[in-house]
């Protein structure tokens, strides 16, 4: 059975509110839960930009949800710092904790002054940190000198079981590269359900076989359409740009200049906008099957804890899709 999560997104909200927000998740019926990892949000109307590991920690000593967040190590982060943070949660809540590590956005890694690179030397980062995040797991004394320098590193408090690497993309030629080294993929999901599926089969074409597929599934609530519309545009019109620029925008008020391009209608391209409980456990329902063993549900729009009680009451018992690998 695929299993549904609720996001937690810190470029949206304050970390105190989203500490109560998946509370009430767990309590609304949600099964697991991701958190995003942003330095910067992606507008000054989002406003937030909270630290996903301090809050991690309060999150998962008030819930019993297992957690997701997509980290990019190499940058804004190393790798030895990065594999001790996941090693710390796990131990404390063991296998609660899946790492998603993704070759990251300029918006929230070019903060520390280093070279942006183009995305296939990002990948060569990414594995370089992947392999060294993975032998500190193991127990391994680590030195590495090569994109990311290590120098005899040890992690002394680690997990019995280390979390999984899994890896994130949005394309299937990343999520074909993924297959041959992650422990399971993250993708999103918000337009036709054919685009998800040409994602996953790839995946698993490049070498995941059945290992696990995450969704997050942009979406957007609310009683009235015309108020519902305008309130998901304020809070996401600038996540509506497409195409690998997405990666290499520098600040928040960059990608405001480009939203200005875009009006509410183009919410539908990435998004799923319906004031119908039943519409939209029917397009979940849909991804569910495309072969998604945890289904991860962002409402984009600023009425979490309405969307909470509404979609565990009325959305939740109607989501029973098998994953179909």
Request: net charge negative; charged share 20%; glycine share 8%.
């Amino acid at each position: 059975m695929t299993r549904i999560g609720y996001h937690c997104s810190h470029e949206q909200f304050g970390p105190r509110e989203l500490l109560d927000l998946v509370i009430q998740a767990e309590r609304a019926g949600f099964d697991c839960a991701s958190a995003s990892d942003h330095f910067h949000p992606w507008s000054a109307r989002q406003g937030q930009s909270g630290f996903v590991w301090s809050w991690l920690g309060a999150a998962m000593e008030r819930t019993q949800l297992p957690f997701r967040t997509v980290s990019a190590p190499g940058y804004r982060y190393h790798p030895a710092i990065l594999a001790q943070a996941g090693a710390t949660l796990s131990t404390m809540y063991p296998d609660r904790l899946w790492m998603a590590l993704g070759t990251g956005q300029r918006l929230n890694e070019a903060i520390t002054g280093m070279p942006w690179p183009q995305k296939q030397e990002r990948q060569a980062m990414l594995m370089e940190c992947v392999e060294v995040m993975r032998a500190l797991w193991a127990g391994e004394t680590v030195t590495h000198l090569g994109r990311i320098t290590v120098q005899d590193a040890t992690l002394f408090t680690r997990p019995e079981r280390a979390p999984l690497a899994i890896g994130a993309a949005t394309t299937a030629d990343t999520a074909r590269w993924l297959g041959t080294w992650a422990d399971g993929m993250i993708t999103l999901a918000g337009g036709p359900v054919d685009q998800l599926r040409s994602v996953i089969d790839a995946f698993r074409e490049g070498g995941g076989g059945d290992k696990p597929v995450l969704a997050q599934a942009k979406l957007a609530w609310g009683p009235d359409e015309a108020v519902l519309r305008q309130d998901a545009f304020s809070q996401w019109g600038t996540n509506l740009i497409a195409g690998q620029v997405v990666w290499e925008i520098p600040q928040p008020s960059h990608f405001e200049e480009i939203a200005a391009l875009l009006s509410p209608a183009d919410l539908d391209k990435t998004v799923r906008v319906s004031t119908d409980l039943h519409q939209h456990a029917e397009w979940l329902n849909q991804y569910a099957r495309a072969g998604v063993d945890e289904l991860i549900l962002h409402n984009i729009a600023s009425n979490q804890a309405a969307f909470l009680e509404a979609f565990g009451a009325h959305v939740l018992p109607q989501l029973a899709g098998p994953a179909t690998h």
